[in-house]
């Protein structure tokens, strides 16, 4: 059995369906996912790709620190593209995805 990072699988759709079907059985609603208008199941993978990110620059600047000629730029590119894609809402598209292949 093979598994992927292309949410756009049918595996993805069933756990989707499955998480929002068990927030409408106990009637769970948040007020956030209504203002950006995604699905648990969407702002949960966007948050969670967000958070890999910021930890790869966090890594980043980790290594920097110990060792000051390794990833000279490298966190604060990741920083300000993570920060570009959250001013511009483009976090609802794939754009921000395709941060890791522009490095």
Do not use: R
Not at 28 to 39: D, R, Y
């Amino acid at each position: 059995m093979t598994f992927t990072w292309d949410f756009n699988l049918k595996l993805t759709s069933n756990l989707s369906n499955l998480v929002n079907n068990t927030l409408l059985a106990f009637n769970i609603k948040f007020q956030h996912l209504a203002e950006v208008n995604k699905s648990y199941t969407k702002h949960f993978i966007d948050a969670l790709n967000f958070s890999l990110q910021s930890f790869e620059a966090g890594y980043y600047f980790l290594i920097h620190a110990i060792i000051p000629d390794y990833y000279v730029n490298q966190g604060t590119k990741k920083i300000t593209k993570l920060a570009e894609c959250l001013k511009l809402n483009e976090i609802q598209t794939n754009l921000c995805n395709k941060i890791n292949k522009d490095d």
